[in-house]
């Protein structure tokens, strides 16, 4: 199933541009059925940092069926509880240990971490990741593509595949190329990320979303003991520093209690960006993971979004490459996957538009709307299955559609007798 790339032009099924963790869970599930497929990614080895560090109960499913979900169980850190506050005022608390779901936990993982066992499982199912190979050009050849990449070392390699996807992220070169549209907007605000060591008198088994007047601030325990901070600020350092996220929980943070940062351990700063791709299919084209879609990380949905758009789509081009269905099947793909993020955009933003409200009139009437949701059971499964995931189930499944019949299109309408 694996190609030897060792030489000029390769023929595989399908190339993958990206292993980031859409990537690498397409792989795993085109390893699984057995289909070849070529993996590319431009870094010489995985990037090493912490980025996306919750994985929720429904991307945990569905991870099961790759073979993941325990072995990251093992590695993370599971939370039952996400808790809204304004500083030290309880507005809303949202549980996820009753969820209808095998997994009923927020997994906190570093995203590194996620990868690590991602690739642990693609080298098992016969896969594995080519690193240091740039794809610069794709063209379409009507019956299938020509992936050109150049490794580090300036070799260059071209793959003849009937089908190429890109997982290659946000500024996904294999997008551009097929010519789809990335429509939406760009925030004001950037934010700030920080994985700290620090003295925290408030408990370390649940995620904590502080409103304040001067901003929102999240805190969120990682396995190893340190805390994941997130936070919109106008300008953002590139670097924070202890003093930079003191300053930020002082001023939006509890005010009881002691919170005494003592170290950053990873710092980063991004802009945030709510586009979805105007098509996930053109021709032999396809997009999985942040190369179709990007939002806020307000409630950490964009790598579990891209988890789940891999699993669908590497079973459906797994029917079409083993002739179970016809290329058209593909089609499918968007109808069931575009429709959950736009949802998840939608949900993200509008957390985020709740979590920087200034206006004090404002703030009042939320404040009061979330402490009344808090009184009300269903209000709160709904927005429990929302954050978890649980509500898009329908989206994580592809379509059923009648096998193909053998002997092609027309043989459904002949006659079965004489
Ligand atoms: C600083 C930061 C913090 C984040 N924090 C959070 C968070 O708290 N919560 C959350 O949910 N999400 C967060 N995210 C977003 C999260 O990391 C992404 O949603 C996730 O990584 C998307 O996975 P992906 O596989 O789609 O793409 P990516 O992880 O972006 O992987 C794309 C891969 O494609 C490769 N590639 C790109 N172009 C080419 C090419 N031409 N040829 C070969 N290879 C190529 C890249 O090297 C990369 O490895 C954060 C992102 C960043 C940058």
Request: glycine residues 10%; contains cysteine.
């Amino acid at each position: 199933m694996e190609a030897n790339i060792d030489q000029g032009t390769v023929s595989t099924d399908v190339v993958i541009v990206g292993a980031g963790p859409a990537g690498l869970a397409l792989g795993i599930v085109l390893g699984r059925a057995g289909v070849p497929f070529v993996l590319l990614d431009k870094l010489e080895q995985g990037q090493n940092t912490s980025r996306a560090a919750v994985i929720h109960a429904h991307t945990l499913d569905v991870l099961e069926e790759l073979g993941v979900a325990a072995r990251l169980e093992a590695l993370g850190r599971k939370l039952s509880k996400f808790c809204i506050r304004d500083r030290d005022r309880s507005l809303l608390d949202l549980h996820f240990d009753s969820l209808p779901s095998r997994h009923p936990h927020l997994l906190m993982l570093p995203q590194n971490q996620t990868e690590e066992v991602l690739n642990a499982r693609l080298l098992e199912v016969g896969g594995s990741v080519h690193r240091g190979w740039t794809v610069g050009a794709i063209a379409d050849l009507g019956d299938g593509v020509l992936v050109s990449a150049t490794s580090a070392h300036g070799e260059q390699r071209s793959f003849k595949a009937r089908y190429v996807v890109g997982a290659d992220g946000m500024h996904s070169m294999v997008r551009k190329t097929a010519g789809i549209g990335f429509t939406g907007h760009t925030y004001e605000e950037s934010f700030l990320l920080a994985d700290v060591a620090m003295d925290w008198t408030h408990g370390n088994d649940e995620v904590k979303l502080f409103f304040s007047p001067a901003g929102m601030v999240v805190v969120a325990p990682l396995p190893d003991g340190t805390f994941r901070i997130v936070s919109t600020v106008d300008n953002a350092p590139e670097l924070p520093t202890v003093a930079d996220i003191q300053a930020l929980l002082d001023a939006r943070g509890p005010r009881t209690g002691t919170t005494t940062v003592t170290k950053v351990v990873w710092g980063s700063r991004f802009r945030l960006h709510d586009r979805v791709a105007d098509t996930y299919r053109r021709g032999r084209f396809l997009l999985v993971g942040d190369a179709a879609h990007v939002h806020s990380p307000a409630g950490g949905q964009g790598m579990n979004t891209g988890l789940v758009d891999a699993k669908v789509l590497g079973e459906m081009l797994a029917a079409v490459i083993s002739g179970r269905q016809d290329d058209a099947y593909l089609d499918g793909y968007e109808k069931v996957r575009r429709p959950a993020a736009m949802q998840v955009v939608g949900f993200a933003g509008r957390l985020t538009w709740l979590a920087t409200m200034r206006n004090p009139a404002k703030r009042f009437v939320r404040n009061m709307v979330l402490s009344l949701v808090n009184r009300m059971p269903m209000a709160k499964r709904k927005l429990e299955m929302a954050l978890s995931g649980l509500s898009r189930s329908a989206a994580s499944k592809a379509p059923v559609v009648e096998p193909r019949k053998p002997g092609g299109p027309l043989a459904a309408l002949r006659p079965t007798t004489v």
